[in-house]
């Protein structure tokens, strides 16, 4: 009877760990989110433009407990609007528009700090895609011209806090630095030709991270 009633709470507590795995089974290494971000980039108040604003979408792989690979793909624009005034001619209103796509990948190395909590770290290269456009406007009148600015490869290093609010869904907040120029290989508005852009400087981003 012993034995009966042995094997009986042996069942009963293997089916009872069956049900808990069933109910919350275990996470992929694969997680997905995504981030609005600020670029105080290093040129940009030299030329008169605004902070490049934009945002952007992380894919993570976790190689080992503490280690994962990141891919990155963000947008950025920043710009400015100016009157000036030509004589014999008039006002003119002036617009500098400069975008920018990085591709992105990197190392992380996460360090926890408790249950919900953790810094995370580390370095990266990425492809930088620049483009741009001069737009003046008198009246009716529009001319609009394409900048010609290269495409580079940069460097970043990358250091950040992550918030576990769920098993699978975390907030972050982070600070980069960039590495990263293009150049202008023409006189274009208020730009003169031959112009190395330093877009090298600090961004920071606010986002979710989904593990699925």
């Not at 042995?6 to 290494?29: I, K, M, Q, V």
């Amino acid at each position: 009877m012993k034995n009966i009633a042995g094997l009986f709470a042996a069942l009963l507590f293997a089916a009872t760990l069956a049900s808990a795995e069933e109910a919350a089974p275990a996470l992929s290494r694969f997680s997905l989110g995504a981030h609005l971000s600020y670029w105080n980039a290093r040129d940009l108040d030299n030329l008169d433009l605004d902070g490049a604003i934009g945002g952007g979408v992380i894919g993570q792989i976790r190689l080992f407990k503490h280690l994962a690979l990141e891919l990155r793909m963000g947008g950025y624009g920043a710009g400015s609007t100016e009157d000036v005034y030509l004589d014999g001619e008039g006002w003119y209103e002036n617009e500098t528009v400069i975008v920018c796509m990085p591709l992105e990948a990197g190392l992380v190395a996460l360090l926890p700090l408790g249950e919900s909590f953790s810094l995370y770290g580390g370095p990266g290269v990425g492809g930088y895609f620049f483009d741009g456009e001069f737009r003046s406007t008198q009246g009716p009148v529009e001319t609009t011209i394409d900048m010609d600015l290269g495409d580079e490869t940069g460097f970043y290093a990358l250091l950040g806090a992550r918030a576990q609010l769920a098993r699978n869904a975390a907030l972050f907040c982070e600070g980069q630095y960039t590495w990263v120029e293009t150049s202008l290989d023409r006189a274009v508005g208020p730009l003169p030709a031959d112009r190395d852009i330093d877009f090298s400087g600090l961004s920071f981003s606010v986002g979710m991270l989904f593990t699925f």
